[in-house]
């Protein structure tokens, strides 16, 4: 099955700096690549997702890419704020049947001011 | 985004009791729910699929008889702990696809906190 490994575990950074967390997965058959962002106590939330049919996905802040010949993907924000500390699962879409999301062992973002 | 409520969010029960986690999708209807289980400070481990209409299927190592799942219609799906132990004790989550989002895009409940003493 589907197997993720997610660098680092904890990541600090000063407010207005750039973050990077990157993933890799074992099934070259998965093909699509999401990651959440999980609060302390509450629910995981998607902030953005990739296909493997496609290299590079912004949205404002957000960007994910995704090199499938390596099979690693990374998500990358820039400009952090105090709000984006949380903790940031990657995730892989085990191929076939249920297509089962296999999560990463998560990234705590600590934004400081 | 869709919508996925669970209940309760937090359950404190006796050892050897059964608890029972209820998983709905309010504004869509999912064939399959997931549930997974989380350890504090720990990622989210699948635990279980749930299917509309037919048998679970279970991850390596979950025990099907203590983990009783059913997925009665298109918007509910129920995990029941068996038999409560202390070990048991962590925050279980369910989750649904949407297929209105091309059947891709996961969306989670908001989580159940389950104690036992």
């Known amino acids: 099955g589907e197997n993720v490994e997610q660098h680092p575990s904890t990541l600090s950074v000063q407010e207005g700096d750039s973050a990077v967390i990157k993933c890799t997965y074992s099934?070259?058959?998965?093909?699509?690549f999401p990651w959440y962002k999980q609060e302390l106590g509450k629910r995981p939330q998607l902030i953005i997702d990739i296909r493997s049919n496609v290299g590079e996905k912004k949205d404002q802040r957000i960007a994910v890419t995704l090199n499938k010949t390596a099979k690693h993907f990374s998500l990358h924000i820039t400009e952090t704020q105090p709000e984006d500390s949380a903790v940031y699962f990657c995730?892989?879409?085990?191929?076939?049947?249920?297509?089962?999301?296999?999560f990463g062992a998560g990234t705590r973002l600590a934004v400081h001011p | 985004g869709a919508v996925v409520s669970q209940h309760p969010s937090w359950v404190i029960c006796k050892s050897g009791t059964s608890v029972k986690i209820e998983c709905r999708s309010l504004?869509?209807?999912?064939?399959?729910m997931f549930w997974y289980r989380q350890f504090p400070k720990q990622s989210l481990m699948l635990m279980a699929t749930?299917?509309?209409?037919?048998?679970?299927?279970?991850e390596q190592g979950v025990e099907k008889d203590k983990f009783l799942i059913n997925h009665a219609s298109l918007t509910l799906s129920t995990l029941t702990v068996t038999s409560a132990h202390p070990e048991d004790s962590s925050f279980y989550i369910c989750?649904?696809?949407?297929?209105?989002?091309?059947?891709?895009?996961?969306?989670f409940g908001s989580g159940t906190q389950l104690s036992v003493l």
């Open positions: 989750s649904a696809r949407d297929i209105r989002y091309s059947g891709e895009k996961l969306f």
């Open positions: 749930s299917n509309e209409g037919s048998k679970a299927t279970y």
């Open positions: 099934d070259s058959a998965s093909n699509y």
């Open positions: 995730a892989a879409s085990e191929s076939g049947g249920y297509n089962k999301l296999i």
């Open positions: 504004d869509f209807q999912a064939t399959t």
